[in-house]
């Protein structure tokens, strides 16, 4: 499981006698607090924690109270060292800074306090980070919890994973679909939008950015252009503003807009956006079928599949560092493009039988050296896909 990986990632890089400040970032109800209490629960080392939520986000002398807190337990105490960890760190006003001069501090005295910072606010943490703790932090991020992650857990099989999603915490209501929809739109969505985007960022359109994401979602797998979006939507607004609001969204673990591969950046960044969840969570709660009746209509289980897949790979660049898009030149379409160190793979999915894929055979033509395949009935079975490495496929 993912968990676990980070787990043993995260127990290695604490165990180096180099330090650095560990960041653990990744969206809401992933289990990033519930890894670090496993930590704890090992005791392999002295671990204490401590969450920002409640605190007054004005009062930084509680992170400094606290890490005095844990120089003095580290003393008192004899350790070697002391590791201590801060949640939520990002609903600190200046958090970067405070955090920045007590470190520099215990470097200067050999204190070897060790620090790890979780946050769910993916914007707000790397804006602190780049601005006053460079060459001080390591970055770990957690995404949405894949098929193979919930499957290992819970015993679900891919078509309840392209249904129902990788939220670990939805899974006991799975038997009841309408508790199970209004579970991840209360709590996980409507937190992660009203907690870490409204609360974190100045939005001047909060109608807008929820507008996008509830169009974004319902879209979720075709291209809208810019213009087109703006016509759907009740609010007025820009596409600077739109494409403002789909980065925040993106960051947030909640929805992203996929560019239209190009060899020139430039294009690729005036491109029209692909809209994509990611959670396939995020879109079934927004169609009127349920589970049962969406396995028996091919046309709409075909865009469930299409939205897995994508959803899969999102996260998966997330923390493989390979980037994800689309490509379209007129009539020809391919679903997503694979880049990473200069190699590109060209993925078409296709849950039933097709003869022709005019599109893969024009991106080939384009681009002679890429890899191409069929996700689908005709090529590697969707099931199967999303056990594997994307990686391997380059």
Same mark, same amino acid.
């Given at each position: 499981m993912f968990e676990r990986s980070v787990l043993q990632l995260l127990r290695g890089r604490i165990l180096e006698p180099r330090r650095y400040i560990q960041v653990l970032m990744g969206p809401r109800q992933v289990g990033k607090t519930t890894l670090i209490t496993q930590?704890?629960?090992?005791?392999?080392?002295?671990?204490?924690?401590?969450?920002?939520?409640?605190?007054?986000?004005?009062?930084?002398?509680?992170l400094e109270q606290i890490w005095e807190a844990g120089r003095l337990e580290l003393k008192t105490q004899?350790?070697?060292?002391?590791?201590?960890?801060?949640?939520?760190?990002?609903?600190?006003?200046?958090?970067?800074?405070?955090?920045?001069?007590?470190?520099?501090?215990?470097?200067?005295e050999g204190r070897n306090l060790k620090v790890i910072l979780l946050g769910s606010s993916q914007i707000l943490v790397q804006k602190g980070l780049s601005e006053s703790l460079g060459g001080r932090f390591e970055v770990i991020r957690m995404g949405h919890w894949s098929y193979q992650e919930m499957r290992d857990a819970f015993g679900i099989d891919p078509r309840q994973y392209a249904w129902f999603g990788g939220y670990p915490g939805s899974i006991p209501l799975m038997e009841d679909e309408s508790r199970?929809?209004?579970?991840?739109?209360?709590?996980?969505?409507?937190?992660?939008?009203?907690?870490?985007?409204?609360?974190?960022?100045?939005? @001047?359109?909060?109608? $807008? =950015?929820?507008? /996008?994401?509830?169009?974004?979602?319902?879209?979720?797998? &075709?291209?809208? #252009?810019?213009?087109?979006?703006?016509?759907?939507?009740?609010?007025?607004?820009?596409?600077?503003?739109?494409?403002?609001?789909?980065?925040?969204? @993106?960051?947030?673990? $909640? =929805?992203?807009? /996929?560019?239209?591969?190009?060899?020139?950046?430039?294009? &690729?960044?005036? #491109?029209?956006?692909?809209?994509?969840?990611?959670?396939?969570?995020?879109?079934?709660?927004?169609t009127p079928q349920k589970f049962q009746d969406s396995l028996a209509d091919p046309q709409e289980w075909g865009r469930i599949v299409e939205g897995v897949v994508g959803a899969g790979l999102l996260n998966e660049a997330l923390t493989r560092d390979f980037r994800i898009y689309y490509w379209r030149e007129g009539d020809h379409e391919v679903d997503f493009v694979i880049e990473y160190q200069?190699?590109?793979a060209a993925l078409e999915v296709k849950s039933s039988h097709v003869r022709k894929l005019p599109g893969l055979k024009k991106f080939r033509d384009r681009y002679p050296s890429c890899k191409s395949y069929i996700i689908g009935r005709d090529g590697i079975p969707w099931e199967e896909f999303l056990l594997l490495n994307p990686l391997d496929l380059l």
């Open positions: 930590m704890m629960q090992k005791k392999e080392f002295p671990m204490v924690y401590h969450a920002a939520d409640g605190v007054p986000a004005g009062n930084t002398q509680w004899n350790l070697p060292s002391l590791v201590l960890v801060v949640d939520e760190i990002q609903k600190l006003h200046q958090w970067s800074e405070t955090v920045k001069r007590l470190w520099d501090e215990d470097s200067r199970w929809r209004n579970y991840i739109r209360d709590s996980l969505v409507e937190t992660a939008i009203s907690r870490d985007i409204f609360q974190m960022t100045r939005i @001047d359109k909060p109608v $807008l =950015l929820r507008n /996008l994401f509830e169009l974004g979602c319902s879209y979720s797998g &075709q291209v809208l #252009s810019y213009t087109k979006i703006l016509g759907q939507l009740k609010e007025a607004g820009n596409s600077t503003t739109l494409a403002h609001y789909l980065r925040l969204l @993106d960051t947030a673990g $909640l =929805l992203g807009g /996929l560019e239209k591969y190009s060899d020139k950046t430039v294009r &690729q960044r005036s #491109s029209s956006p692909k809209f994509q969840v990611h959670n396939p969570a995020l879109r079934t709660i927004r200069e190699k590109i």
